[in-house]
């Protein structure tokens, strides 16, 4: 594994992520943490709907300075490329979360976005088990802004809920 996987499998601002996706982490022909690249088909192969992909990777990445589009355990994601630190991840057919400093996390919150999402057929995410950090979005307006504020936090190794 290489140190920049290894930084992300391991940094103490994924560890509830982690703890949340490797037992549900199917695809064990993917490493735990790749690039999309080394998915053949990523829009379609990952068991997200591609609408989100495509909003995660290309509608909200593409604010970010630098690609920051990965596969973390087998979901697609927003990884920092320096710290190591997932700040954005989509999955099923409704589902995708940024983790955002306290100020966009507010601002996100008025605006709508929740914590908890229910499925008709399966148990309810709440994203308070990652951390009091994350939202679960929903196309709101101002997420471009929110995901370059995820970034830049995101890079800073500094703040207490990354530990």
Known sequence: MSSWLELVANHPANAA???YFEPRFE???LAVVCRPEDVKDPYYALG???DLVERLWDELGKALVVDCRAVFYGNPALI???SG???GF???THTYGLRLPETERGEALRAGATRIMTYPRSPALDVAQFGEEWVLCRWFAQEEAWCRAAFEW???DNDSSCM
């Open 85 to 87: 630190v997932v700040f």
């Open 27 to 29: 695809r064990r022909k």
């Open 48 to 50: 997200t709907h591609p």
């Open 90 to 92: 989509a999955g099923g």
């Open 154 to 156: 995101a890079a800073s």
């Open 80 to 82: 920092h490329p320096t």
């Open 17 to 19: 992520l982690v703890r």
